[in-house]
Structure formats: C-alpha cells, structure tokens
C-alpha cells in the first residue's frame, strides 16, 4: 500500500526565506506527483505536475524536482512571500489512476 | 470559467437524515471524484466516475451512494448521515486519467452531522 509522508507538518519562515518542503512515497511506481495548495477552508489549487519521466517542473517562484528511485519530491519555493501561507499537499499518482495524498506542510511566512 | 462547482458549502445534518452534495465542472472532464479530508487521514477517496453513467467505489464508500447523470454533474448522497460522516467533501476532476492530467479540486463542503 502506498504511503505518502510530509515532513515538517509545519514551518515557520521570515519573508524572503527560500525553503524546501519534502514528500516522501514508500512505493516508486508512481505515474505522476501534483503539489497543491490549499488555504484555510479552500479547495486544493493545483501547483506543479510531475511526470515520472521527469526531474522537475517550474513555475514562477516554486520549482518541483522528482527522484523516483529514493521516493522523494521536493518543492521549492524562492524568496517567500507572506501570501504564500498555506498548506502544501502531494499527491502520488499510479498507472491506474489511484492517488495517495500526503497530509500536507502547513507553512507561515511572517512579515 | 468556474471550474468545478461544489453546492452547499455547508451544511448541518442530524444524525439519520439525507443530503446530496452537487459538483458541476464545464471542463468537458471524462473523470469525476469524491474525496472526504479528515485532520491526520489526508485525502481518502470515496467514490469516483470514467463517464457519463459510470460510477465505481474507492476506498471508503460505506454509506455513501454516487449517480453521473449527465457528463458534467455528479452528485454524492448520504442517506442516513452518521456523525462519522461529519468532514470536508471534495469533488474533483481529470480530463482523462489523472496519471496523466492531474486533478482539478471544487471549493469543498464542510459538512456537520449532530
């Protein structure tokens, strides 16, 4: 069974910090990873989609990389903004279409 | 350009009655969800749909019933709603397989059973 771990579950940082949350996955034959966002009583925003052929995805200020083979993702997200609060989820996707959702990083950008 | 529409946003239930929960996309998306989140679970799907008149279960589809009518809609019912049905309800949608298309989350609907 697929298990998809996101460490810290929180972090605090001061404006303009880089920063890098983790998504760890205990079954490598995945077929995609999607980071979202989500704000406080939102929706999940779609973020970054990662093919598995891929290394990495970029977009703007946030960069996602993929090594499949330690089952870990990373994204990155350059000189943080306070509106860049939120919390950060993974998805794992497989072949058939199952997903595996991380609980998330909530994450505080401070003024 | 809505997306994916989820009707009520909320809503308090007692225990034993019956709701159903709306989601609209006019993406033209072949595939529709529903994932309840829970604080610690993550995002646990319940019931999902390939098309038009296609429903299948997921991983947690007890007490839960799904019907795709009509391409863009797909509706979720409770129809005797326990307190451990008390979460946040998320339809989303894929054009095709998500494996490949990733997903487009609705708004959500916090949903209280008493």
């Known amino acids: 069974k697929q298990e998809v771990t996101q460490i810290p579950a929180a972090l605090s940082v001061p404006e303009g910090e880089n920063l890098v949350l983790n998504c760890s996955f205990t079954?490598?034959?995945?077929?995609?990873l999607q980071w979202f966002r989500q704000d406080p009583g939102k929706g999940l925003t779609s973020l970054l989609l990662?093919?598995?052929?891929?290394r990495e995805q970029t977009s703007g200020r946030l960069n996602a990389s993929l090594d499949k083979s330690s089952g870990r993702s990373t994204l990155y997200i350059a000189a943080s903004q306070p509106g860049d609060s939120a919390t950060y989820l993974c998805a794992v996707i497989n072949g058939a279409g199952k997903s595996t959702f991380g609980d998330g990083t909530t994450l505080t950008v401070k003024p | 350009n809505a997306g994916v529409t989820q009707t009520p946003k909320f809503r308090v239930l007692k225990t034993g009655q019956s709701m159903t929960l709306l989601c609209a996309q006019d993406m033209n998306h072949e595939y529709m969800y529903w994932y309840r989140q829970d604080p610690g679970m993550g995002l646990r799907l319940i019931h999902y749909s390939v098309g038009e008149g296609t429903t299948a279960k997921g991983e947690v589809p007890d007490g839960y019933n799904v019907s795709r009518l009509k391409k863009q809609n797909f509706l979720l019912g409770l129809e005797s709603a326990a307190p451990s049905q008390t979460s946040v309800y998320f339809c989303?949608?894929?054009?095709?397989?998500?494996?490949?298309?990733?997903?487009?989350f609705g708004s959500g609907t916090r949903l209280t059973v008493v």
């Open positions: 990662i093919q598995s052929s891929q």
């Open positions: 989303a949608s894929s054009y095709r397989l998500a494996a490949s298309y990733g997903y487009t």
């Open positions: 079954d490598s034959a995945i077929y995609n």
